[in-house]
């Protein structure tokens, strides 16, 4: 009964009769290329197909059941022999059916939906084809503004299909180290602007960059400008959500491109932190920069994530003989922002029985000036305050 319907749905398709479609497949010759005008035929019944697939008056399994059935057995049944659905030109087609009272907004929507995850597994099929990312954001952008999915939906589709077009293959990873002239490893300071907790972005106003790890000079670029931040999931979702507009955080960034930027791969910094001042942030003074030694202050904040801290120096107890700082005593009174306790087992555990208020003598190692931050090294002992 359905392959006598099928048949019936064909003729008209095709404008003859089904079984001269089969006795030409039946005569032809095997294993030999098909006829220029059987082609046009295929092409002109897969493009009749995607047209009844976008009103509706077809399935995806129906459409790919009909093709097979003209096809014949050269066109193998995989996921790429889908007709290809443009989703613009359906979202144009459903509205006009919900404005002709055809079908109702709650069936439009859902059709979209069922639309855009064919889509999806579509380009997942094709992995190792390149997708235009930013075409398909726009896509969904537009989608959301005309009420026709949800912003989680399309932030899922986004995100599904980002994962399956990147990491794959010696050309993925050749494009990504092209785009090393974009990495931005550093800590962002600045006020948060505005939020979107469904897209997973936020935008903030920066105030100072430090711990740079790439091209310096890019934080220039930056400093005094509002910039947005994606590809936020998971935990940093919940921080964001505790941070209120207007309030300052600090992040530890991977990427700049213009002024957009990703929070990094190893995320170690998402946190509210104190305003910026130029005066009280630990900002090492030009004199000191350069400096290897040891110092003593008392710690005044710490990172459990990024494994960093924040002490106040009350004196500098000594300098090694790779200290460059031509007065290591102009530190003293001020902030200074120490790392490095992570990469070693020592230094990471005492990290973590250290308490703000504590008295700490520490090695520090200033070794790229240019930076802010301080490399822990040889000495970390808790001591008593004088």
């Not at 899922?156 to 180290?177: H, L, P, W």
């Not at 990094?264 to 350069?290: C, L, M, N, Q, W």
């Not at 202050?297 to 494994?307: L, N, P």
């Amino acid at each position: 009964m359905c392959r006598n319907l099928c048949c019936t749905v064909l003729v008209i398709l095709v404008g003859g009769p089904f079984c001269a479609v089969a006795e030409e497949r039946k005569t032809a010759p095997q294993k030999t290329a098909r006829p220029l005008a059987e082609n046009s035929k295929l092409a002109a019944l897969n493009a009749r197909l995607k047209t009844l697939v976008a009103s509706g008056k077809l399935t995806e399994d129906e459409a790919r059941e009909l093709y097979a059935l003209v096809a014949g057995p050269a066109v193998k049944k995989t996921k790429d022999t889908q007709p290809a659905i443009d989703l613009e030109a359906l979202g144009r087609k459903l509205k006009a059916a919900v404005a002709a009272g055809e079908m109702t907004e709650a069936d439009a929507l859902a059709k979209y939906k069922q639309a855009a995850v064919g889509v999806g597994k579509q380009k997942e099929a094709r992995g190792k084809k390149k997708v235009d990312l930013a075409a398909l954001r726009e896509r969904l952008t537009a989608a959301v503004a005309a009420g026709e999915m949800t912003k989680a939906d399309a932030l899922a589709e986004y995100r599904k299909v980002a994962a399956t077009s990147a990491g794959k293959g010696k050309k993925t990873r050749k494009a990504k180290r092209k785009g090393n002239n974009d990495s931005f490893y550093a800590i962002v300071i600045g006020r948060l602007k505005t939020k979107d907790i469904e897209l997973g972005e936020f935008t903030m106003d920066v105030d100072y960059v430090t711990s740079i790890y790439g091209d310096r000079r890019l934080k220039d670029t930056i400093i005094g400008k509002t910039v947005k931040v994606k590809g936020l999931s998971g935990p940093w979702i919940d921080k964001l959500l505790l941070i209120k507009r207007g309030e300052t955080l600090k992040m530890r960034s991977g990427t700049l491109n213009g002024t957009s930027l990703s929070l990094s791969p190893k995320a170690t910094v998402f946190e509210r932190a104190a305003p910026f001042d130029p005066e009280t942030y630990p900002i090492p003074p030009e004199a000191f920069r350069g400096f290897q030694g040891v110092v003593v202050g008392t710690i005044e904040s710490k990172s459990d994530q990024g494994y960093d801290l924040t002490i106040r120096v009350k004196n500098v107890d000594s300098t090694f003989a790779g200290n460059r700082a031509t007065n290591p005593e102009s530190i003293e009174g001020r902030l200074m922002n120490m790392g490095g306790f992570f990469t070693n087992a020592v230094f990471r555990e005492k990290f973590g029985d250290l308490r703000i208020g504590d008295t700490i003598r520490v090695g520090a190692a200033h070794r790229v000036p240019e930076t802010d931050g301080l490399e822990v090294m040889q000495i970390l002992e808790a001591v008593e305050a004088k």
